[in-house]
């Protein structure tokens, strides 16, 4: 059943599993968008996650479609009190169409500044409910991308101190378009430092943090787990079926046609060595449970003790009514060891 579970130290309420939209504006028509952010509200689902980059892939033309997709379905639907409504302002990138004039993306006062009024008016609202950094200034592995060893540089000019960056979002607050913050693909490191900025009063304390997780990707497990427990800093975790692979659709090369890798050719973090082997492995343990890859998958995300919200995506009503029925399974201590035992032997191939 879906649950309610305290996002950080904010005082909110989120249900435990959210909707994810960054189809909405390529995959999704805005009628679609409408019709699965109705589904969500129906549900008891009161967290709707976006960025201002979506939708993905970005491209120029069709950056910030999903803010104004759910910025039409705000108006049209109305109960914007009722949504925990969460967007994301881009890290440092050279997608130079982000910002007026072509600038390239800094996490400074300017940036940030311009990209929460650009979501504010996409979604057509006066505030937004979580405002996550959706990558860092500094350079870290991304996306899957392995690190390089040693010191981190940017390559690409100073990096915007954390301090720089909390002091913007502290504005934000003071001006009312922002109740509370967030982080998005950071490390341990970069979750304390925000964290140790905040209790020396240099801005609001960052509520959660957003980074992939799922049965072939458990990498949060290591040194980003435990700020749930100790700092009240939990997990909103995306790809929990980890861009489709967990599905098994694209095992052994494959393409179904309208696929997301099909589509796109952006699935590198999920074809890696071990990847496929995983999968079925975790497909086995599945049937020999009685339960769909996809039941297996998204359960045992949602029930990990350090996510805070399992954030779901679909491109078809089906796709999100096979999640939703995720919510009727539960993950008994025997489930968990079989997966372990798993985890044992295939790690995580795809982090």
Not at 105 to 133: E, F, P
């Amino acid at each position: 059943m879906l649950e309610y579970r305290p996002l950080g130290r904010t005082g909110l309420s989120v249900s435990s599993i959210s909707l994810g939209t960054m189809t909405f504006g390529q995959q999704n028509t805005e009628a679609e968008g409408h019709a699965q952010l109705d589904r969500a509200r129906d549900v008891g689902i009161n967290l709707i996650d976006t960025a201002e980059m979506y939708s993905i892939p970005p491209r120029p033309e069709t950056q910030g479609s999903t803010e104004r997709i759910i910025g039409t379905w705000l108006k049209s639907r109305g109960g914007r009190d009722k949504v925990i409504l969460a967007t994301k302002v881009s890290g440092r990138t050279d997608n130079t169409w982000l910002r007026e004039g072509g600038a390239r993306t800094r996490l400074d006062a300017k940036n940030i500044a311009y990209a929460i009024d650009g979501s504010l008016k996409r979604l057509q609202t006066d505030y937004v409910d979580l405002y996550q950094l959706h990558w860092p200034d500094r350079a870290v592995p991304l996306f899957g991308q392995p690190s390089a060893g040693g010191p981190p540089t940017t390559g690409d000019g100073p990096e915007v101190p954390i301090e720089e960056t909390l002091g913007a979002l502290a504005d934000l607050v003071t001006a009312g378009k922002v109740r509370h913050v967030g982080l998005s693909n950071e490390t341990p490191w970069g979750v304390h430092r925000f964290l140790r900025a905040a209790e020396t009063g240099g801005g609001p304390r960052v509520a959660s943090v957003q980074n992939a997780y799922n049965l072939i990707n458990r990498e949060y497990e290591v040194g980003l787990a435990e700020f749930a427990a100790r700092e009240d800093v939990g997990l909103l975790a995306y790809s929990p079926l980890a861009q489709g692979y967990l599905t098994g659709k694209y095992l052994d090369g494959a393409r179904p046609a309208g696929a997301r890798t099909t589509l796109f050719d952006r699935g590198q973090r999920y074809q890696k060595p071990g990847v496929d082997a995983a999968i079925k492995a975790y497909m086995a343990l599945a049937a020999d449970l009685g339960l769909t890859a996809v039941q297996l998958a998204q359960a045992w995300v949602t029930s990990r003790p350090f996510v805070t919200s399992n954030i779901i995506g679909a491109t078809s009503m089906a796709q999100l009514e096979e999640t939703l029925a995720t919510l009727d399974v539960v993950i008994t201590p025997q489930i968990e060891a079989k997966v372990n035992a798993l985890f044992q032997l295939h790690g995580s191939p795809a982090p």
